[in-house]
């Protein structure tokens, strides 16, 4: 009766003996400790990789990149989403925004991760592992988008996934994608 007046219930019962139970077998430091490593783990959820699926669907449907139903090699026009070296791009093509094959657009940082895919060239038919490397700092170019996606895995073998936006690991802070480059970093076995 006398906790009834006091406006106290069972709840609040349980809920200071479980807080007097907790505070009697924990020290301050190990709260504080745990309580500080939850907010670095949360403060590191932005550098990790970016899906970039839900960006292509919204280009889908503005008319913009479309997943190809057949992939059709060629050693032309490098612009072209069915470049030999594009087989498994994902993303905008930088020499379409003041870059190469090999090099960043002026004013863009090159992400330190990569993506890897075999690309077969028609021309020499021989097959290329290309490393696939994103130009961050810049907003998206949205020039020359491509989705292709040839030989590409899951996002749980992310070096072989091209729907993470890499630029997390770009320097000065730059972590929004722009473009993508395509190097060759050697014959495929």
């Not at 503005?62 to 791009?89: F, L, M, V």
Request: net charge neutral; charged share 25%.
């Amino acid at each position: 009766m006398e906790d009834a007046m006091l406006g106290r219930s069972r709840f609040d019962e349980m809920f200071e003996k479980l807080s007097r139970k907790v505070a009697g077998h924990t020290s301050r430091r190990g709260f504080i400790g745990r309580v500080g490593t939850a907010v670095a783990g949360v403060a590191l959820v932005p550098l990790l990789p970016v899906d970039r699926r839900g960006r292509v669907s919204r280009a889908e449907a503005a008319g913009g990149a479309a997943p190809r139903t057949k992939w059709t090699p060629h050693d032309g026009d490098i612009q072209d989403c069915n470049y030999w070296r594009h087989c498994s791009i994902d993303g905008n093509i930088c020499d379409c925004s003041g870059g190469s094959l090999t090099n960043c657009p002026p004013g863009t940082k090159l992400a330190s991760s990569s993506w890897v895919a075999s690309c077969y060239n028609p021309t020499d038919k021989q097959s290329y592992l290309i490393s696939y490397r994103d130009c961050c700092g810049k907003n998206v170019s949205g020039r020359c988008a491509c989705l292709n996606t040839e030989g590409e895995l899951p996002v749980y073998r992310p070096e072989f996934a091209n729907d993470i936006i890499w630029c997390f690991g770009a320097e000065d802070d730059a972590m929004t994608y722009h473009c993508t480059i395509s190097p060759i970093i050697g014959k495929a076995a």
